[in-house]
């Protein structure tokens, strides 16, 4: 198993022009699943996911001879990722003129239709649970749950103070709770 190249390596490459696009490479290597599945989860949809994780690696390549070094390359990327998400997820409802609760449902319904999606009853009961949650709750519990972020990890990508995730992670799982405890 090849070993995994530092940020700090992927950087260095990226800034020398005859090695960026090996940087790239490697970049997209050591990032395209986690930031596939984070982005995956939130809107659901193979074809919706592939398409905004593509859009995610477009602006990274754009944006990153510009990348500060002030957060982690990962939480940079989840950021871009997220924000993608969200505007993803607004156009769909304008597009769409559908409410929160509807989206919820459609979301829901391509989730039932995903041949992608292998997961047992509880893992698809669990889906379906975290679907109905507001995006910004989604995001801040699918990066808990799923991606085994810290608060700190996750205030850089959203831009939220550590005590409002914990509050909002906290009221994710009660309503998690609720609604598995309803359908039993």
């Given amino acids: 198993m090849p070993t995994q190249v530092e940020d700090a ?4 490459k990226f800034q020398d022009e005859r090695t960026r696009n090996e940087a790239f490479n490697l970049l997209l290597n ?47 990327m989840y950021r871009i990722a997220s924000n ?17 609760e509807d989206e919820a449902y459609n979301l829901s319904d ?20 975290i679907i ?5 709750q989604r995001l801040v519990f699918n990066m808990k749950y799923y991606d085994d972020m810290k608060y700190e ?7 939220t103070s550590v005590g409002a ?4 992670f906290h009221l994710a799982v009660k309503k998690i709770e609720a609604i598995l405890l309803a359908e039993d």
């Fill in 132 to 136: 109905t949650l507001p995006e910004k």
């Fill in 30 to 76: 050591k990032y395209q699943q986690k930031i596939y599945w984070h982005v995956r989860r939130m809107v659901i949809d193979h074809d919706d996911a592939d398409d905004l994780v593509q859009d995610v690696f477009i602006k990274v390549w754009k944006n990153l001879a510009g990348f500060r070094n002030d957060s982690q390359l990962y939480t940079w």
């Fill in 165 to 168: 995730l914990k509050a909002s």
């Fill in 153 to 159: 990890e996750i205030s850089q990508v959203l831009g």
């Fill in 84 to 100: 993608e998400c969200i505007t993803f997820l607004n156009k769909k409802k304008q597009r769409n003129n559908v409410s929160i």
């Fill in 110 to 129: 391509t989730l039932a239709d995903s041949s992608y999606f292998n997961g047992d009853a509880a893992q698809k009961k669990l889906q379906n649970a």
């Fill in 9 to 12: 390596e992927i950087l260095s």
